[in-house]
């Protein structure tokens, strides 16, 4: 059982470039969500979705778009980096909506140079 | 929306010593909460979470935390800490699937 797996683990960009991060979950949970974790700022929400085909903004969405297109994959796209998403970003999935414990993916972790 | 604050930045401990982690909360409806532990280097884990009933919670590796709805509080508590729970410690809300993380407290133990 793999759990929440991301990829890549590291990753460097240029100022402008895209690049999607990866997650997927085995676990059939319907509830999956990207976080972004910056020194003294703990876990930032930047997407969610609650099931295939829904997703919904968290607390810091803007430069992010993702999508559900199944259940087991919620990828991660960045439009355009900037350096001020220099960040670690973990993924996690639950399988009760609000109430379960979030399974957390090992992280990305991201350089916008 | 919700929000977290962990007032404790930084606790140092000797090992055996009594641990208490601070954290509050600003909602005013019915919240779910949770305790999590980020060990250097690697992924969130989940300590122990609150939904209802008992305001007494115990979790894993011996950590406790209590609920007090009056104060917004859900402080994590440990009777004797260990080398190994050296940490960042992360309290959490969960409001209608939105989970909002306070900022963290790093624990460090000395042995």
């Known amino acids: 059982n793999a759990g929440v797996t991301q990829t890549p683990k590291f990753q460097v960009l240029k100022t402008g470039q895209s690049m999607t991060l990866q997650c997927a979950q085995d676990?059939?949970?319907?509830?999956m969500s990207w976080y972004r974790q910056d020194p003294g700022m703990g876990l930032r929400l930047i997407h969610y979705?609650?099931?295939?085909?829904?997703?919904d903004q968290g607390e810091v969405p803007n430069g992010y778009n993702v999508s559900r297109s199944t259940t087991e994959d919620f990828p991660l796209r960045l439009l355009s980096a900037a350096p001020s998403q220099t960040s670690v970003y973990f993924c996690?999935?639950?399988?009760?909506?609000?109430?379960?414990?979030?399974?957390f993916g090992s992280g990305t972790r991201l350089t916008v140079v | 929306a919700q929000s977290v604050s962990q007032h404790n930045h930084h606790v140092i401990l000797s090992e055996a010593a009594s641990l208490e982690l601070g954290c509050n909360y600003s909602y005013g409806g019915t919240v779910n909460l949770f305790w999590y532990v980020q060990y250097p280097g690697q992924h969130l884990q989940l300590l122990l979470k609150y939904f209802s009933g008992d305001p007494l919670v115990k979790g894993i590796k011996g950590f406790e935390a209590e609920f007090i709805k009056s104060k917004f509080s859900f402080n994590l508590r440990k009777p004797s800490v260990q080398w190994s729970d050296t940490a960042e410690y992360f309290c959490?809300?969960?409001?209608?699937?939105?989970?909002?993380f306070g900022a963290g407290t790093r624990l460090t133990v000395k042995p």
């Open positions: 676990m059939n949970h319907e509830y």
């Open positions: 996690a999935s639950s399988l009760y909506q609000g109430r379960g414990g979030y399974t």
């Open positions: 959490a809300v969960n409001v209608n699937n939105d989970m909002r």
């Open positions: 979705s609650v099931g295939a085909g829904i997703t």
